[in-house]
């Protein structure tokens, strides 16, 4: 079974919430990325939003930010994370449609490690989900897992119990284009996790993570 349980992420969780004294270099490297497409008063959900520490930052910089995740150990850490200048909702984006939740349209959906879990018509159901409520030129910022990272060789040593599918940059391309988004720009980030690390053409292939900036047209 590909798409981990509750409790598998709830344990993953937990063990996240030890305190961390840095903001890791691809947090870093995705935040530069994402900059600059947030704008105070934007209206931005966070789908999958783990710890909160993204939907923190988005609050911190003006946009109108909702934080959503099925794990409730995620959630509480999110609530904390932003300190109630979020709205924070459980859901399951294959069950939950997201327009019952949400009412008002957003301007962004930003998600860092979802889509890897589900299979591709999995995936392909949650973006639909996504489009439901976000705004025409509106945009979806996603970040996946590199299927020829060094990192997965290690990745389950830190995530016991969670299943992944990595993508490669043609399929992250493909699951935006096979839902009518055009994609504004893609590529790779931090081949090592380090402060310096080798990019550009290099990280499309051996970079952490994979990203794209895809609009709705």
């Not at 794990?71 to 709205?87: K, N, V």
């Not at 990745?155 to 096979?178: A, D, Q, S, T, Y």
Request: hydrophobic share 40%; charged share 20%.
């Amino acid at each position: 079974m590909l798409t981990p349980r509750d409790n598998d992420w709830n344990r993953f969780w937990q063990h996240a919430a030890r305190p961390r004294s840095q903001i890791s270099w691809s947090k870093q490297r995705i935040l530069r990325v994402i900059g600059p497409h947030l704008a105070p008063g934007k209206r931005i959900v966070e789908a999958g939003c783990g710890s909160g520490f993204f939907s923190a930052h988005f609050c911190d910089n003006g946009l109108l930010t909702t934080a959503v995740d099925f794990s409730q150990q995620a959630l509480d850490l999110a609530r904390i994370a932003t300190q109630g200048r979020a709205q924070i909702l459980k859901a399951d984006f294959l069950k939950n449609p997201l327009p019952e939740l949400i009412k008002e349209k957003v301007d962004l959906i930003f998600t860092d490690g979802l889509f890897e879990h589900f299979s591709s018509s999995d995936q392909d159901n949650i973006m639909r989900n996504f489009l439901s409520i976000l705004k025409q030129g509106g945009k979806v910022l996603t970040f996946v897992p590199n299927r020829y990272s060094p990192w997965q060789l290690i990745r389950p040593l830190f995530m016991p119990g969670i299943n992944e599918r990595p993508f490669v940059l043609r399929g992250l391309h493909n699951l935006n284009k096979r839902n009518a988004l055009h994609i504004e720009t893609s590529g790779g980030l931090n081949v090592f996790p380090w402060r310096v690390s080798p990019e550009g053409k290099l990280a499309q292939y051996f970079g952490m993570i994979l990203f794209a900036v895809a609009v709705k047209t």
